[in-house]
């Protein structure tokens, strides 16, 4: 089974502050998300990747940057955090895009931004 | 508009009744996935079932691709089934998953 591992498990920051989150899979999938999850909304996709170097934009990437420095890294980072992006961020992988791969989520990282 | 629906919102069951959860899709869909929330937050697939029936334990997924649903049912519940089920589908073209808001299950002893 696909082990993906996040950290760190809390965070509480203050507004304008810099945060860095991480993320690593060991099970050489190809690809890499990093969704955010608020209640009334569920999950959404701020960012993901195919591969090292690779970056692709989701559905809520502003005020987000993300960087894959290898296949196993992903790491996810709020230049300027805003209580907006208070939050419960997970971390997924999987060995392809779309069907019939499966995405495999990390333990989740919840973020205050005060 | 939403493209994924799940209902009921909310389900609140004596151990050992069944439950049925539903998903509604509307867009074309190559994959669907369910998956549970524990409270503490974290998130566990459960099965993958794009289309067809699949069993794993005491969960059953039905999914009518034509029809965009699946459903996802829960034998025998256990106070341990508490928790949030969440049922999620990669867009026609794959490259975004898009989830829905959750079945909050509750199972009382």
């Known amino acids: 089974e696909a082990a993906v591992t996040q950290s760190p498990r809390n965070k509480v920051t203050v507004t304008g502050g810099n945060v860095t989150l991480s993320c690593r899979q060991t099970?050489?999938?190809?690809?890499m998300y990093w969704y955010r999850q608020d209640t009334g909304h569920g999950l959404r996709l701020i960012h993901y990747?195919?591969?090292?170097?690779?970056?692709q934009i989701g559905d809520v990437p502003d005020g987000y940057k993300a960087t894959r420095t290898t296949q196993e890294d992903f790491f996810l980072l709020l230049e300027l955090a805003s209580p907006s992006q208070t939050s419960l961020y997970f971390c997924?992988?999987?060995?392809?895009?779309?069907?019939?791969?499966?995405?495999?989520f990390g333990p989740g990282t919840r973020l205050t931004v005060l | 508009g939403q493209q994924v629906q799940q209902s009921p919102a909310s389900l609140v069951l004596q151990e050992g009744e069944n439950a049925e959860l539903q998903c509604n899709f509307s867009?074309?869909?190559?994959?669907l996935q369910w998956f549970y929330q524990s409270p503490g937050g974290s998130l566990v697939s459960l099965l993958s079932?794009?289309?067809g029936t699949k069993h794993t334990g005491r969960l059953t997924s039905t999914t009518v691709t034509k029809e965009r649903r699946s459903s996802l049912h829960i034998s025998s519940s256990q106070t341990t089934d508490s928790g949030t089920y969440l049922c999620a589908i990669d867009r026609a073209g794959g490259y975004k998953v898009v989830f829905g808001s959750g079945t909050r299950l509750l199972v009382s002893p």
């Open positions: 867009s074309t869909a190559t994959q």
């Open positions: 099970n050489s999938h190809n690809y």
């Open positions: 079932n794009p289309s």
């Open positions: 997924a992988s999987s060995e392809g895009l779309g069907g019939p791969y499966e995405q495999y």
């Open positions: 990747s195919y591969g090292a170097g690779n970056l």
